[in-house]
């Protein structure tokens, strides 16, 4: 074995035991690599299977999959980011910047079979792991694409491409790509929304950036849905270029959405109260730019 080899190894290692040493004691792990970017942990305990990448602040897990129901949403936030068909529930073309497992991408080619949908996931390895050990699989209407997603998004943007229905949900292991939650980013994804496009961000509902996030997608797209459910850490931004829809509208087409959701386990009636547009966040902070670094946030 190389020296860079038993390095590897031994990195490894210490990610396998800290991540058996919360919560996983019983798991057995079916696969584990360093990729480029991240150490990737697959475990499976008691019909569910894990995906998690290693980071400086510890284990978070990417996706899980329930083996026996594999159509079941497990995460909070998987659910959650079904929130944004309220506001645009026939979406034909759809983008999703962060792949996981694929549970999301997986979910909507299922219910939107006809849409032209685009996965842009900067790793080879996760797009591997999704493949092999979570069911993942592209056709002519599913497609993956190995890139930074900034970058797909400039080059799209720059081609005149337009998309109805857009998910930032893009992880590192420690937080969202720092060049993914920008003002000059924001207006990029912005270019290619079409008119009653909406976007779907997941973010974490505590964090040092809480309020700069807030401040840096209110100063692109206005007044936003800030969704929040109870149990969960995460908040889903949800936004458009034009008007929010009222709360009739999001009641009638969570009506229409709720038995195609059923199978996921989302309960889409419980959504549409839920989705506020009232600032809960300091709305004095800056804003973030290129320039001002949300990883200058991160460590205060």
Known sequence: ???????????????LMATLSTGFATAEVIHEERSVYRNIIVTEVDGRRCLIFNAVRGERNQTCMNMRDPQEM????????????????????????????????????QLYPN????????????????????????????????????????????????????????????????????????QEVKQLLTADGV????TFSTSNLYSHESVTYKSVFGEFFNFKLSGSGNRVIIAQQKPLPLQGTLSQNAQALYEPLKVY???????????STKPDWDESLRVLTDQFSPANLLGQ
């Open 115 to 186: 849409a032209k949908i685009d996965v842009l996931e900067i790793d080879q390895a996760v797009l591997n792991v999704a493949r092999d050990y979570f069911s993942f699989t592209e056709d002519d209407n599913l497609k993956a694409h190995v890139v930074d997603a900034r970058v797909f998004i400039k080059r799209a943007g720059l081609q005149g491409a337009k998309y109805d229905f857009i998910m930032l949900d893009a992880f590192t292991g420690e937080y969202i790509p720092e060049h993914l939650l920008t003002q000059e980013f924001l």
């Open 265 to 275: 386990g989302v309960d889409i009636l419980e959504f549409p109260v839920r989705l």
């Open 74 to 109: 497990i995460f909070h936030y998987t659910r959650m980011t079904m929130a944004g068909l309220l506001v645009n529930p026939n979406p034909q073309n759809i983008l999703i910047a962060g792949l996981g497992g694929g549970t999301v991408p997986t979910a909507l080619h």
């Open 1 to 15: 074995m190389t020296a860079a080899r038993f390095l590897n190894r031994l990195g490894l290692l210490g990610c």
């Open 199 to 202: 976007l779907v961000a997941n």
